[in-house]
C-alpha cells in the first residue's frame, strides 16, 4: 500500500512537470545511394563547395562568398536563401562537413502572440556529413544532417515546425539530391 | 635441455605466470573477493545494459533493463558492489548488483533522470533531472530517495568529491558548473563556463575540474581552490564527455560531430592527438591502471577500445543500438 502511494504522489508530481520539458532534442537522417561510377569521380563533384547547383534538383544557383562560405538560392516560390559554410574538406576520406548559418525569412505568423519566423527549411543548427565509399559495383555516398527544429519553444509547435516536419523536410531534401546525382553521375 | 623437459617446464611457467597475471588484472578479487572490473555500457535505444570484462575485453553478458525504460546514464562507485543506472523513459534507477550481474531494484525518480554519480562508497547516489531542474539524493542501503536539491536548468554531468565533500553538476541550459556541499546539501558557488556543458571530469587530485561545453567546442578549465575558470581548450566538434588519466597529465574528450577524441595534454592546455573513433561517440571511461580507454560509439552501437600508449583504438565491440554510457562505467578501479 505504501508503494502504491507513493507511485501515486509520484505520478501527480511528475506529469504536470512534463509539460515544463526544456527545449527540442537533436535530430538525424542518413541516407545512402550506390551509383555506378568511380569514387573520385563521385567525390570531385561533391567536394565542389561552390557547385552544388550542378547536381542538386532544388538549387538554381551557389554564390561562393568566400573559400568557405556560400549562399545557395532555390527554385521554391520566393526564391529563398540558404547560407553555408564549409567545416571539412577531406580528400583522403572523401569527406566533407558543412553547417547552415544563416537562412532567409520565408514568412513571419503570431503564434502564442510570439512573433515566429518560418525559415527556408524548419531547422536550426543545422549540420551535415557528406562520404563516399568505394563499393561494388562504384561507390557508395552517404549523406548524414544533425539538426534542431526550428521552433525552440515547448509544444504546442505551430504548423510544419515540429520535429516531424524537420526531419521530413531533410530527408526531402537529401533523398532528392542523392537521387539526381546518381542520375547525373551514371549519364 | 631435452625438448620434452622444455616443452613441460615452458607450459609449468606458462600457468604460473597466467595464475599470477589473472590474479593481479582481478587483483581485488584475489585480496577481498570483489568482483572483477567490467564496462556497464547503456545501450539506450535497446533498453539494455553490456557488461564488458575488462580482463579479456569481450562482452560477456548484455541485461535488459526493461522495454522503453531507455537507460542512458551509468554510475559505477570505487568500493561498492553496485551499478545504478539512469533510465529517462523509464523515470527512474536501475540497480545492477555488480557480482550477480543482474537488477536488484527499480527506483522511480523524477521525470527525466539522465546524470547519474555515486560517492566512492556507494552509499549515495546523486541523479539529475533534466526536466525537472533538480538533483535527487539517493540513500543505497535504504533504496530510497532522501532529499532532491533545486539546481540550475537541466542538469546533465556530475562529479563527487569525498575529500572536500563536494558535488560539481554541469547545468547545460545556464551555462554553468555548480558547486554542492554535499554535507549541507547547499550551493556553494555557480561558475560560468562554455556553451551547453555537458560531460565533466575531475582530475584524480582534485584541483582540476574539465567542462566539456557542446555547442562552444571547447573545454572549460576550473581551479577548484579559486572556483573559477583558469583556462578554455579548444577540442572538436559538439564534445560530450572526458575522462582524466589516472596521473593527471592527459584528458580524453569525445567528439561527437567529429568521431574522434580529442587528447589534452593537462600541463601545457594543448591538444596533442585525436583519435578516430565509431560514428558519434559519447561516454567515455579508463581503465585503472590508465592503459586502456573505453568510448561508448552512439551512432554505430558500438565501444572503442584506445590502447593509451598508441593513442589508437585497438578492438571495437558490438554493444547495442544507441549507445551512450553517460558517466563514469568501468567498475572496480581500486
Not at chain 1, 48 to 58: C, I, R, S, T, V
Not at chain 2, 48 to 61: P, W
Request: proline residues 4%; hydrophobic residues 40%; negative net charge.
Amino acid at each position: 500500500m505504501k508503494k502504491f502511494l507513493q507511485l501515486i504522489v509520484a505520478a501527480l508530481i511528475v506529469l504536470p512537470m512534463l509539460a515544463s520539458a526544456h527545449g527540442p532534442s537533436r535530430q538525424q537522417v542518413k541516407e545512402t545511394i550506390t551509383i555506378n561510377a568511380s569514387p573520385e569521380k563521385v567525390w570531385a563533384v561533391i567536394k565542389d563547395f561552390g557547385g552544388l547547383q550542378n547536381w542538386h534538383p532544388a538549387v538554381t544557383s551557389s554564390e561562393l562568398k568566400s573559400d568557405t562560405t556560400r549562399v545557395l538560392t532555390l527554385a521554391s516560390e520566393g526564391n529563398p536563401t540558404i547560407t553555408e559554410e564549409l567545416m571539412k574538406s577531406d580528400d583522403e576520406k572523401m569527406l566533407l562537413v558543412y553547417k547552415i548559418t544563416d537562412m532567409s525569412v520565408v514568412k513571419t505568423i503570431t503564434f502564442n502572440s510570439k512573433d515566429t519566423p518560418y525559415f527556408t527549411l524548419p531547422v536550426a543548427t543545422y549540420k551535415s556529413w557528406i562520404t563516399v565509399k568505394a563499393v561494388d559495383g562504384g561507390s557508395e555516398v552517404q549523406w548524414k544532417s544533425k539538426f534542431y527544429r526550428s521552433f525552440m519553444d515547448n509544444p504546442p509547435v505551430p504548423e510544419g515546425q515540429s520535429d516531424k516536419d524537420a526531419v521530413n523536410s531533410i530527408k526531402g531534401v537529401i533523398t532528392a539530391g542523392l537521387e539526381n546525382l546518381k542520375v547525373i553521375m551514371e549519364k | 635441455m631435452p625438448l620434452l623437459v622444455s616443452l613441460v617446464y615452458q607450459k609449468a611457467t606458462f600457468f604460473k605466470v597466467a595464475f599470477f597475471l589473472t590474479c593481479i588484472s582481478v587483483m581485488s578479487g584475489c585480496n577481498s573477493h570483489l568482483p572483477p572490473s567490467y564496462a556497464f555500457i547503456t545501450n539506450q535505444l535497446d533498453d539494455s545494459v553490456s557488461i564488458i570484462d575488462i580482463a579479456s575485453q569481450r562482452v560477456i553478458k548484455t541485461i535488459d533493463i526493461g522495454y522503453g525504460k531507455r537507460p542512458a546514464g551509468v554510475a559505477v562507485s570505487k568500493t561498492g558492489h553496485q551499478v545504478f543506472i539512469a533510465n529517462p523513459e523509464g523515470l527512474g534507477v536501475a540497480i545492477i548488483d555488480a557480482k550477480t550481474l543482474e537488477v536488484t531494484h527499480h527506483i522511480p525518480v523524477g521525470s527525466g533522470p539522465v546524470g547519474i554519480v555515486s560517492n566512492d562508497s556507494g552509499s549515495r547516489v546523486y541523479i539529475a533531472d533534466w526536466y525537472l531542474h533538480t538533483v535527487s539524493i539517493l540513500e543505497t542501503s535504504s533504496a530510497n530517495i532522501i532529499s532532491t536539491i533545486n539546481v540550475g536548468k537541466s542538469p546533465a554531468g556530475m562529479i563527487v568529491d569525498d575529500k572536500k565533500q563536494r558535488l560539481y553538476i554541469a547545468n547545460r541550459d545556464d551555462n554553468n558548473v555548480m558547486i554542492i556541499d554535499t554535507s549541507t546539501h547547499q550551493i556553494l558557488q555557480t561558475i560560468d563556463v562554455g556553451t551547453a556543458p555537458f560531460g565533466l571530469a575531475l582530475s584524480p587530485s582534485g584541483q582540476h575540474l574539465y567542462s566539456i561545453n557542446v555547442r562552444s567546442s571547447n573545454v572549460s578549465v576550473i581551479d577548484t581552490k579559486q572556483n573559477k575558470v583558469i583556462k578554455t581548450i579548444d577540442v572538436g566538434e559538439w564534445p560530450y564527455c572526458a575522462v582524466v588519466s589516472p596521473d593527471g597529465q592527459t584528458l580524453y574528450v569525445t567528439n561527437q560531430d567529429d568521431s574522434t577524441i580529442s587528447v589534452v595534454n593537462t600541463q601545457t592546455y594543448t591538444v596533442e592527438a585525436t583519435i578516430d573513433v565509431g560514428d558519434a561517440p559519447e561516454g567515455i571511461d579508463i581503465t585503472e591502471n590508465g592503459q586502456f580507454i573505453y568510448v561508448a560509439n552512439w551512432g554505430d552501437g558500438t565501444v572503442s577500445i584506445i590502447d593509451a600508449n598508441l593513442n589508437q583504438v585497438i578492438s571495437t565491440l558490438e554493444t547495442g543500438k544507441g549507445t551512450r554510457a553517460f558517466g563514469q562505467f568501468i567498475s572496480q578501479k581500486q
